[in-house]
Nanobody, 119 residues
Framework: QVQLVESGGGLVQAGGSLRISCSAS????????IGWFRRAPGKERQFVAS????????NYGDAVKSRFTISRDDAKNTVYLQMNSLKPEDTAIYYC????????????WGQGTQVTVSS
């Protein structure tokens, strides 16, 4: 099993920045990809970004390209999401997820961290 814990969410004004973190523990050696997803009230879950555990293979959702940056610190088993130029529509619960090469599905999820952007 892999355990994921998000942190760093909070309230920020539009145009501001915030960095959230995802710390992984357990059988992390089996993990190939770490992803960030978000769910806004009344909306479906949305892909935000993903990164290979090795550090390459970065992908972003269209809504956050050029504003968000995903990175990882392998020594700390932590993945970060730097969010700049935040907009009110970025308000959501942000979830960290992990998967292996065996499947495109993400079986491991964190509890989420709330990000609220005020206008």
């Amino acid at each position: 099993q892999v355990q994921l814990v998000e942190s760093g969410g909070g309230l920020v004004q539009a145009g501001g920045s915030l960095r959230i973190s995802c710390s992984a523990s357990g059988r992390t050696a089996s993990v190939s990809h770490i992803g960030w997803f978000r769910r806004a009230p009344g909306k479906e879950r949305q892909f935000v970004a993903s990164i290979l555990r090795s550090g390459g293979g970065i992908n972003y959702g269209d809504a956050v390209k050029s504003r968000f940056t995903i990175s990882r610190d392998d020594a700390k088993n932590t993945v970060y999401l730097q969010m700049n130029s935040l907009k009110p529509e970025d308000t959501a619960i942000y979830y960290c997820a992990a998967r292996t090469f065996l499947s495109l599905e993400y079986p491991y999820w964190g509890q989420g961290t709330q990000v609220t952007v005020s206008s």
